[in-house]
């Protein structure tokens, strides 16, 4: 199929988002604590490295030692995919406002959910809405959405393997987030522009430095993995080999997609716990039975 006008697919080969990886996440993956990641950050020659070795104590030399041939192992299967397979993207910038809890992209309504546990601090209950212009102000604002994923044959090599096959899927999920964040660069910078002025180095982007949020269906304040089938109604991700099941899970699995917010008060949070009040008005939101709705919502019940 070819994308439509309001879309637009971005592929990338390996090695132009490799250095975009959050070897954090990586390490995590393989039950490395933050601290060995630190690897990933120093120049691979032995003298770099060995000196990376004497910061950790006794105890913990063996494990930094893993985690330095993991990095190594890693770094070469990398290599290996690059000749053959590809991240794509796809995104679409949506004219957009709020309305209550709720989005409208496209003229497509899009329901959120806002906290409802009261906070110590005082701080306001959040929804993702709260930073779309509101529709009552008759001015349209934008709000961007987007998938990624990594070709699906990835994730199916290495059958025989265990080792090689975790190496190339926790690979996998990282390339997707990514080009995610390569993609999401490019928006900014250039296809909304609302940030063309943007400076910022990778370990920043990756500390998300740069003004507005990304976020990502099944994460704390996107919770809902049914809304996939509202995004793919906008974005027709098949465009890039994304398919949804009956429950809204996407395939292949190295897999991400959410919203792009601009306004710099922007920030993430966890919606959390609901009560049956809110269910109740998501579920007609959404349009769904309750009991559908709870079935998605069951770590917020």
């Not at 997707?176 to 522009?193: D, F, L, N, P, S």
């Not at 949070?269 to 709705?293: H, S, T, W």
Request: hydrophobic content about 40%; some cysteine.
């Amino acid at each position: 199929m070819m994308n439509s006008p309001a879309d637009k697919v971005l592929t990338y080969a390996i090695h132009d988002v490799t250095p975009y990886i959050n070897w954090i996440y990586f390490f995590h993956a393989w039950g490395f604590q933050p601290r060995f990641a630190t690897i990933a950050d120093i120049h691979g020659c032995d003298a770099c490295r060995a000196s990376w070795l004497t910061t950790f104590s006794e105890e913990d030399r063996a494990k930094a030692a893993e985690a330095m041939q993991l990095l190594k192992e890693a770094n070469r299967m990398l290599n290996q995919l690059d000749e053959t397979y590809h991240v794509h993207t796809i995104f679409r910038l949506c004219k957009a406002n709020a309305d209550g809890d709720n989005l409208l992209l496209d003229g497509t309504r899009f329901p959120l959910l806002r906290q409802q546990i009261p906070h110590p601090d005082g701080s306001p209950f959040l929804c993702l809405s709260d930073f779309v212009r509101p529709l009552a102000s008759g001015t349209p604002d934008t709000v961007g959405i987007f998938a990624a994923s990594c070709d699906g044959e990835v994730e199916l090599l290495y059958e025989e393997d265990p080792y090689k096959r975790m190496l190339v899927q926790t690979l996998a999920d990282r390339l997707a987030e990514a080009a995610t964040e390569k993609m999401h660069e490019y928006v900014r910078k250039v296809a909304w522009g609302y940030a063309k002025d943007e400076n910022l180095s990778i370990p920043e982007l990756l500390k998300e430095k740069f003004q507005g949020i990304r976020p990502a269906v099944g994460y704390p304040s996107l919770p809902d993995q049914s809304v996939n089938f509202l995004l793919n109604e906008l974005l027709h991700m098949e465009q890039i080999g994304i398919t949804l099941t009956e429950n809204g899970a996407m395939r292949p699995h190295a897999t991400v997609c959410g919203l792009m917010l601009a306004h710099p008060a922007a920030r993430y949070f966890a919606v959390g716990k609901i009560g049956n009040d809110q269910l109740e008005d998501y579920a007609r939101r959404r349009r769904m039975p309750i009991n559908e709705v709870r079935k998605f919502l069951a770590a917020n019940l």
